[in-house]
């Protein structure tokens, strides 16, 4: 009987620990699955902000890049103004000046519009940024979630927080999530339909 007992009572011993070693286990995983459920929600954040960025920059380039041609062909045709005013007066043809010069005038008060536009549309690189640090800050989030579940496998007792000591430190950075070019240029518009309103 002394052996049976013996015998159980190192079967119990080794119950007991195995229990403690899945109760491990089982807490390791648990640690493991709010991270990396976390990062899998943050990874779809970062790149709608990368994609958000891209499509606002290539507006903004294209607006640009349109009111450019908008502004030179009107500049070739104040050039080519001027110098039938030039020659007007040189032979003394006074008649179309004046049409000439209001036409001149209202060309170069689109040129002036269409620079505040461009203008405007360079202020695409704040909401850019801003939306870039979002992004930036989702990923080094991640990673960090990342630095701790190789601490969880690994073993190490410090799961939060945890970042090897290779890591760099973090860049404080200042955004709003919801920068959007396209909300700016909406309220924009509604700030100049009041002013408009107001006249």
């Not at 009572?9 to 620990?17: A, D, L, R």
């Amino acid at each position: 009987m002394a052996i049976s007992e013996k015998l159980y009572k190192n079967m119990q011993k080794e119950i007991v620990t195995l229990a403690l070693s899945i109760n491990e286990v089982v807490g390791k995983f648990k640690q493991l699955s709010n991270p990396l459920s976390e990062s899998q929600e943050r990874v779809p954040k970062a790149t709608e902000q990368l994609d958000k960025i891209s499509e606002q920059t290539e507006v903004a380039t294209h607006q640009m890049l349109d009111k450019v041609e908008k502004i030179t062909q009107r500049e070739d045709e104040v050039s080519q103004g001027l110098k039938k005013i030039k020659d007007n007066t040189i032979s003394g043809d006074f008649s179309n000046i004046v049409p000439t010069i209001d036409t001149l005038l209202e060309k170069v008060n689109l040129n002036s519009e269409d620079a505040y536009v461009i203008m405007d549309a360079l202020q695409f690189q704040d909401i850019t940024s801003q939306q870039m640090n979002h992004a930036a800050s989702l990923l080094e989030d991640i990673e960090d979630r990342l630095h701790s579940i190789i601490g969880v496998i690994q073993g190490s007792q410090e799961t939060e927080d945890a970042v090897p000591a290779s890591a760099s430190p973090r860049k404080e950075r200042a955004y709003d999530p919801n920068a959007d070019y396209t909300d700016k240029k909406a309220s924009q518009s509604d700030i100049d339909s009041l002013f408009s309103s107001g006249k």
